[in-house]
Structures are given as C-alpha cells and as structure tokens.
C-alpha cells in the first residue's frame, strides 16, 4: 500500500470515528511531547542555549512564513500528525506564554533542542533534560486540573498521546564527540543505557496516569549532512557504522517496548519507524519527487548545527526547500516530513 493510500484509508477511519461520536472534534483529547529538536516547537526560544532557531530561515514555509523555534522550514512530523487527528491547533511550547488556561487542554510540548534520552548530552548542549521536562509535565497536570477540574483533567491525562522523540542527539552530539563516553562503552553499551533510561521514563509516566504513547525510532544517523560531513571522511554514501549503531538502538528499543507492554496493563506503546522511510528517501529521492538527499536546503546544508545553525546570513540557502530531503544538517524539510507522517500514520491508529 503506498503512503497516499495509508493517509486516505486513515482519514476515512478517523471520519467514521467522529461521525459515530456525532459531533465534530479532534480524534484524542491532547497531545503531549517530549524529546529533542526533532519535536521541539519553541521550548529553545526561552532557555540560554545556542541550539534555537526563532529566526530565519527557520520557518519560511511555516504558517505566516514565522519562524517559531521548529527546527525545520515549516511542519514537523508532529504538526502534520496533530492536522490528520483534526486539531485546529497546536499545543503550546511548555515555556512560552502560549501555554496557560485553555491551551493547555490540548496538550503541551516539554521537548528541547540539544536533549537526549541522557541528561549529560543536555548539559552539555544547554538543553532541557528529559529528566527536567518529566517535572515540568508534573506542573503541567496541576495547571490542567486548576483550568479543568479534576474528572476532565484525569480524562485528558489518561487519552492524551505521548509522543517521544529523542536519541540522535545521545550520539551525534554527545557519544561521537566525547571521549568520556566512547572510550568507556561501546555503542551497544551506551544504547543499553538509553533504552534503560526510555523504559524508566515510560514507567514513571504511566505510573502518572498517560497510557497511550508514540515513541519515535532512531533514523540513519548515517544519512545525515552532518554526519557525512563529520564522520564520512570525504566518502559519497551513508557512514555504514553510524546507521548500524542507530539499527542496533532501534532493536533494544523495540524490545523494550514489548516488554513494557507486557509489564503494564492498558498500556499502549507504538514504536514509529523513522529509519526505513528515511533511509528509503535518502536512497531514491527521485521517487518521491525529491531532487537533493545528501545536503540540506539552508546554508552550506552540510555542517549547520550549534553556531553553525542556519541564519539570515547563511550563504545558498536554497530557493525550494521541497525539493531537499534536509531542511538544514539535521533535519528533514516539510516535505520530507509529511512522508514520514504519511509512512507512520498507520502504525499511529494503533493509539487511538
């Protein structure tokens, strides 16, 4: 089944559902998020960090063409997923002024560019650790039950999807580059502490009340500008090692989450997939419509990331992102991502 079909066949089934329900609303109650720049939609903008990107080029093809602190030139996986549920807006970065009262009764985003299943890569990077966004989600359920009431608050606790997205950061921004961590574990050793740190986290959080989550994979880290850049020594394809690393993370996580699942009644955990389809995309961009994979659209498109971030002032920035797989180093354009949203989107029907 290709990836237009999957979206058809799911709008239909979520129009069955809303229509069975007789009145016309968003398919879950909220949606909560947790992680890095993959999902982080402006939490950056109000911490001292060099990983932010309120500015341009970062959204121009964002609503109003206003850059908001997604990592992206416009949608995230995230904002594309939240569109197909029926929202007619998005939750709020937890730090902003955006989240209070009613904005809160859809959710709220706690992710934070630079983060990491580990608390050192966000110390390191002046991110928000996961281990600080799971408190400020804490004070998040107080606000909702002082703006809800207790019955509605539990009710949006208990149906909301959790989304997480985190690990590339652990490695491309922390074990890669810090002997500390390499020379010490392996990175089948330091995926093993990743995975402990996701199956703590997803049982504090049930143990909170939330039940159904969506947890991201990693995708090839290998395919990454950045990493083709850093570690690719000159060479034209994907750094194999890297993309073996991120497959080896990926099991242990799947594993995981089976396990979880036994352990936990009324959970419910989807693994998303982000390697496949974007390994896929990496490989035949042209059969997607996709012209450039190995660069991304913004600035040198090979290195921009911390002061190399992409800026009004980065030369070559390219006139059409929606033809680039990679919006800059890191991260994959709009484009890209709704092919991503399309490819899990399945997988997703699983929560609701």
């Not at 937890?94 to 966000?122: C, E, H, V």
Request: proline residues 5%.
């Amino acid at each position: 089944m290709n990836m237009s079909c999957r979206r058809v066949m799911f709008l239909l089934v979520i129009a069955f559902a809303l229509g069975s329900k007789g009145y016309s609303q968003s398919l879950v109650p909220a949606i909560i998020t947790f992680g890095d720049s993959s999902v982080d939609v402006g939490n950056n903008n109000y911490i001292p960090t060099l990983f932010k990107a309120n500015y341009p080029p970062y959204g121009k093809d964002f609503i109003n063409h206003q850059p908001t602190g997604r990592f992206c030139n416009g949608k995230l996986v995230t904002d594309i997923t939240a569109d197909t549920l029926q929202f007619t807006s998005y939750a709020p970065a937890y730090l902003s002024p955006q989240a209070s009262g009613k904005n809160l009764l859809i959710g709220a985003n706690f992710a934070s560019a630079g983060g990491g299943y580990d608390d050192q890569t966000s110390t390191l990077n002046h991110a928000i650790p996961l281990s600080q966004q799971l408190q400020y989600y804490k004070e998040y359920q107080s606000k909702l039950a002082q703006v809800a009431g207790s019955t509605k608050s539990a009710s949006i606790i208990k149906d909301a999807i959790y989304v997480l997205g985190a690990g590339s950061g652990d490695f491309l921004q922390n074990y890669y580059v810090n002997p500390l961590l390499n020379k010490a574990y392996t990175p089948e050793q330091y995926s093993s502490i990743l995975v402990g740190i996701f199956s703590s986290f997803i049982k504090t959080m049930y143990g909170l009340g939330a039940r159904k989550f969506g947890v991201t994979s990693l995708p090839p880290l290998g395919c990454l500008p950045l990493a083709r850049t850093l570690f690719g020594f000159h060479g034209k394809g994907c750094v194999s090692n890297i993309n073996t690393d991120a497959q080896q993370f990926n099991k242990k996580l799947n594993s995981s989450a089976a396990s979880l699942q036994k352990q936990l009644p009324d959970l419910r955990l989807v693994i998303f997939d982000i390697f496949q389809p974007l390994y896929d995309l990496v490989k035949n961009p042209s059969s997607q419509g996709f012209v450039e994979a190995t660069r991304g659209c913004c600035g040198t498109g090979t290195v921009e990331t911390t002061v190399f971030l992409c800026n009004p002032n980065s030369p070559g920035t390219c006139s059409n992102a929606s033809q680039y797989v990679f919006w800059d180093s890191v991260h994959p354009s709009q484009a890209a991502n709704q092919i991503l949203a399309d490819a899990l989107v399945l997988a997703g029907f699983a929560l609701i």
